[in-house]
Structures are given as structure tokens and as C-alpha cells.
């Protein structure tokens, strides 16, 4: 298997515009997560899917960010507007079932850069 | 509010020396710990993880858990500068849970 696949791997808009990061999890994984790395905040879960289904968006900061699992094999995360402070490392991870009972690892993919200026 | 603390480092430890790291963790339920090493620009990845209280070793890497103190530790022995990155400590709470992150300790081997 390839990975969880991230894209784009770097992104730089301008304050306003809005951003689409796309992932693509482990193929029989049926866990997805999106977090935020930061160097003030580190490594901030945002929301986690299973099954395609948001179970927990708790860690979304704004009204801004949205993310969606239209299928087992694609999300996304838009922010929209974007702002100057979301800039940061943005991750996806899957896992299964082993993962959520903590006895295997979340794989994460090679993150999207995003710079907003 | 679940938290994971760690020291932000940079530790620095000279080549084949052993390097220590450490993390504390609030909640008292979590079962699973995690240590992940991730390199400057790339994503984090798994190397040890522990269940029970002692020690676990695994090639030049040992990790340690206490519960009663809520402390986990990360020892890399005859440290090489490969090692050089920043170490997650990563604590699961019991049963069906997601992973909680620390912010990381950069540790840094000079040959």
C-alpha cells in the first residue's frame, strides 16, 4: 500500500481565499483523522471519521473549517475564509479497529504545508 | 482536558551517549502509550509503544511506564546523530479513544 496520501504537500494563499486539503487514508482503514501541527499548540486532533460518519469534530476551531468523507477512500478539509493564523502543518492519519483500541499505531501521511498570507 | 506534557528541548547528548525523555500525562484511565519520532518536515512515526508498567526495550530504544506516577519515559541508548529529531509522546485513554499528543522534545546527537 502506498501510504495515506496527502495533497497538496504545500500550499500558499492569500488571506480570504479558501483552501481544500485532500487525503486519501490506507485502503481497509476505516478511521480517518485530521489534526493541526503547530509549534505553539504541537499536534491538535481537529476531527475523526469512521466509516465516512464525523464522530468527533470537538477539535474544529472555527465555523471556517469544514471537512467531509464522501467516500472510504477520500476527504477533505476546507477552510474558508483562511486567515494569516491558520497557517500551520495539517495531517491526516487512518487507522482500524486494532488502532482505536490502542493496539496497533495511526499511520499519517506526509501533511500539507499551509502558508496564509 | 486531557493533557501530555513534555520538555520542548532541544536535548542534547553527544554521540553514543544514552538520551532520556520524558512525559507526564493527566488523565488516570489511559491505557496506551506511544512514542513517535518525527523528523523536520516529515510526519510523525511510531516507534515504541507500552501497556503495562516496567520496561520494554526494542533494539537500542527503551520505554519505561509508571502509572501511579503517570509518567512514561523514552530511552535511546549508544544515541546516533540519525536520532536527531523531535520525539511525540502519544497517551490513549482506555477502551475506544483517540490518541493525545505532547508537543514534542527535540533532541539533538553531535558526533
Not at chain 1, 460518519?53 to 478539509?77: C, H, Y
Not at chain 2, 520524558?22 to 496506551?32: E, G, H, L, P
Not at chain 2, 512515526?45 to 520505554?63: C, H, P, V
Not at chain 2, 512514561?72 to 502519544?90: E, G, K, M, N, W
Amino acid at each position: 500500500d502506498a501510504g495515506v496520501i496527502q495533497s497538496p504537500r504545500h500550499e500558499v494563499t492569500e488571506m480570504g481565499q479558501e483552501v481544500t486539503l485532500r487525503c486519501k487514508p490506507i485502503s481497509g482503514h476505516d478511521y480517518l483523522f485530521w489534526y493541526r501541527q503547530t509549534m505553539m499548540r504541537g499536534l491538535e486532533l481537529l476531527i475523526y471519521f469512521n466509516n465516512n460518519v464525523p464522530i468527533d469534530d470537538s477539535g474544529m476551531p472555527e465555523d471556517r473549517f469544514s471537512a467531509k468523507m464522501p467516500n472510504a477512500s477520500f476527504s477533505t478539509l476546507k477552510i474558508q475564509p483562511s486567515e494569516p493564523r491558520d497557517s500551520a502543518v495539517y495531517f491526516c492519519a487512518s487507522t482500524d479497529d486494532r488502532g482505536m483500541w490502542g493496539n496497533t499505531e495511526a499511520f499519517f501521511g506526509q501533511g500539507t504545508r499551509l502558508t496564509v498570507v | 482536558q486531557k493533557e501530555v506534557e513534555q520538555n520542548s528541548g532541544p536535548l542534547s547528548v553527544p554521540e553514543g551517549a544514552i538520551a532520556s525523555l520524558n512525559c507526564t500525562y493527566s488523565d488516570r484511565v489511559s491505557q496506551s502509550f506511544f512514542w513517535y519520532r518525527q523528523y523536520s518536515g516529515k510526519s510523525p512515526e511510531l516507534i515504541m509503544s507500552i501497556y503495562s508498567n516496567g520496561d520494554k526495550e526494542d533494539g537500542r530504544f527503551t520505554a519505561q511506564l509508571n502509572k501511579a506516577s503517570q509518567y512514561v519515559s523514552l530511552l535511546i541508548r549508544d544515541s546516533q546523530p540519525s536520532d536527531s529529531a523531535t520525539y511525540l509522546c502519544a497517551v490513549k485513554g482506555s477502551g475506544y479513544s483517540t490518541l493525545t499528543f505532547g508537543k514534542g522534545t527535540m533532541l539533538l546527537v553531535s558526533p
